[in-house]
């Protein structure tokens, strides 16, 4: 057997299948977010997850291309949101960002800090929970402008997505309490519809 047919040989005994894959990025979010990005180390993750370190550090490299690659797996927005209204979207939306505010809110807080050193997790933080969450935003408020409810040119429209992404940290630094459903459907009647509807 040749050198490069050992190496792909290698390779191909020690890829991970698509179901441990997942738990480990699991895992690495689980992590993240019980010690924070810092404290997490390629060991722990490997205890986490029954892996191999030699494993790890043969399919990422090192810690930040691991928790990238984490992100990029871990799906934290649902994309599929469409009740037929303006309200009834943002209820849903408001919902589910509620139902996972605290492990995400706590999340974000760890990667936030960690960014300004690896620039990969910035990128990759924008590619899974920002980009992402902005693309729901903008085809909910497409629909809304198709159906009458709000006009093309409101105001609001381009400040939509620093309001609802905004308030799940502010509530956190401003209460110590997390952004919960109940919050955010308050949130939405009082500020977020309000401002769409009559800018």
């Known amino acids: 057997m040749t050198g490069d047919a050992v190496v792909a040989e290698t390779a191909r005994r020690s890829r991970l299948s698509p179901e441990r894959e997942t738990e480990l990025y699991q895992a690495v979010i689980d992590l993240v977010r019980e010690v924070g990005y810092d404290a997490m180390t390629m060991d722990a993750v490997a205890a986490r997850s029954h892996a191999s370190k030699a494993t790890l550090y043969r399919q990422w490299q090192g810690k930040p291309q691991l928790v990238a690659a984490a992100m990029r797996h871990i799906k934290f927005v649902a994309l599929d949101l469409d009740t037929g209204s303006l309200r009834g979207d943002l209820y849903e939306l408001a919902g589910q960002i509620g139902r996972g505010a605290e492990g995400e809110t706590v999340f974000m807080n760890a990667i936030g800090h960690a960014i300004h050193r690896d620039p990969e997790l ?14 729901v ?4 408020l497409e629909r809304a402008v198709a159906r009458g409810e709000v006009r093309a040119d409101a105001a609001a429209l381009d400040f939509f997505a620093y309001a609802l992404f905004g308030a799940l940290p502010a509530r956190k ?19 977020v519809l309000p401002a769409l509807l009559h800018s």
């Open 173 to 191: 630094i401003l209460d110590d309490r997390f952004a919960d459903t109940e919050f955010l459907l308050s949130y939405v009647d009082a500020v």
């Open 122 to 135: 910035g990128v990759a933080m924008r590619e899974t929970l920002i980009n992402p969450f902005r693309q």
């Open 137 to 140: 935003l903008r085809e909910l």
